[in-house]
């Protein structure tokens, strides 16, 4: 699979995955800061962005996806950072091919099982009926009730686009997300290691990655280390963007 993708910078390669439901442009900023002693990637994973659609949604798949990935641009290796859904492809990629990873940041997700959270979105989404709106405030209105956080609509509402005939459609692809949702959820367990370094960094008032993840985490990545960055969230990255850049870019470009 062909994934759509941007580049920022000049230097040693560092490639960004996005979230569920997101898309590289969440990044863009953050790129182009980093851009500035990197050459950054900004991917649209496969079912999300301007990245193809497709009925298979697994971390082996997006994995694969990637590895394409380095071929097309003539990679041998990188530093990844994923957040999310993103760290898990991460996290399969780097025990995968061991030997293409740098550096691996994996923002906010442990590599076990994670319990469905999103249901209420989903189900907000597939109920609404595109061709019935005029406007993207009046998809927002018909949101609010199921989903009352403006922050949280206004993420989702980032995947609209406008087709030539003025309706609107998903860029996403929204009934493959929900049919392969226990997918998502599911853990990274490949039997393997990946020995390189690895930086998990979560927002302090996240509930995604735990202390109790730590054993599971060291088996898999023996030279994992840990940070947290106090006040934010799950949205570590978006809600607290200099700390957070200040520890990446440390990270990524010590030797």
């Known amino acids: 699979m062909r994934l759509f993708f941007r580049t920022q910078g000049r230097g040693e390669p560092v490639i960004i995955l996005h979230g569920l439901f997101g898309s590289l442009n969440n990044w863009s900023t953050l790129g182009k800061k980093l851009g500035e002693e990197h050459t950054v990637y900004l991917v649209d994973q496969r079912n999300h962005g301007r990245s193809p659609h497709d009925k298979v949604h697994t971390y082996k798949a997006m994995a694969e996806d990637l590895l ?97 005939n003025g309706r609107y459609s998903w860029k996403m692809n929204l009934d493959a997300l929900r049919t392969n949702y226990n997918e998502i959820n599911r853990g990274i367990e490949n039997g393997r290691r990946f020995n390189g370094p690895v930086l998990f960094l979560k927002g302090g008032r996240s509930r995604y990655l735990t202390d109790k993840d730590t054993p599971a985490i060291k088996a898999l990545f023996p030279k994992a280390k840990f940070q947290s960055i106090p006040g934010a969230g799950h949205w570590v990255h978006a809600e607290a963007p200099d700390e957070f850049l200040r520890i990446v870019r440390e990270f990524i470009s010590s030797s």
């Open 68 to 164: 394409e990935f380095y071929r097309e641009q003539g990679l041998s290796s990188a530093s990844l950072i994923g957040h999310s859904m993103g760290g898990k492809t991460a996290m399969e990629f780097a025990l995968a091919h061991p030997d293409a990873v740098r550096r691996l940041v994996v923002v906010d997700m442990p590599p076990r099982a994670t319990e469905a959270r999103h249901d209420d979105i989903l189900e907000a989404l597939t109920s609404l009926q595109l061709a019935q709106f005029s406007s993207r405030e009046s998809i927002d209105e018909a949101l609010k009730e199921r989903l009352p956080d403006q922050a949280v609509r206004q993420f989702l509402l980032t995947n609209l686009k406008r087709e030539e």
